[in-house]
């Protein structure tokens, strides 16, 4: 394998891997063993008190899921489909 396919695979794993974490972000608090830590942003908006995740759902997994389709796009560039006959 060439340095350069080395590379390109090294960056897509590294996609994944981001993935992996954003999804642990935005599923709420971060566990490990008996340690947690959650997030929160507290902000005024008018006259109200709002407390939201630091880390939205919707814009950790939309982010994650497009992570993940670089990382295909990019093994498909040093290891192509096989053609099936």
Known sequence: MRAIDEDILEIAQLFDDAAYQL??????????????????????????????????????????NRLEEYARTLELLVRPPERVS
């Open 23 to 64: 999804r642990r972000l935005g599923s709420g608090s971060i566990k490990n063993g008996s340690d947690s830590i959650l997030s929160r942003h507290i902000y005024k908006f008018g006259d109200r008190i709002r407390i939201v995740d630091s880390f939205q759902r919707d814009i950790c997994f939309e982010t994650a």
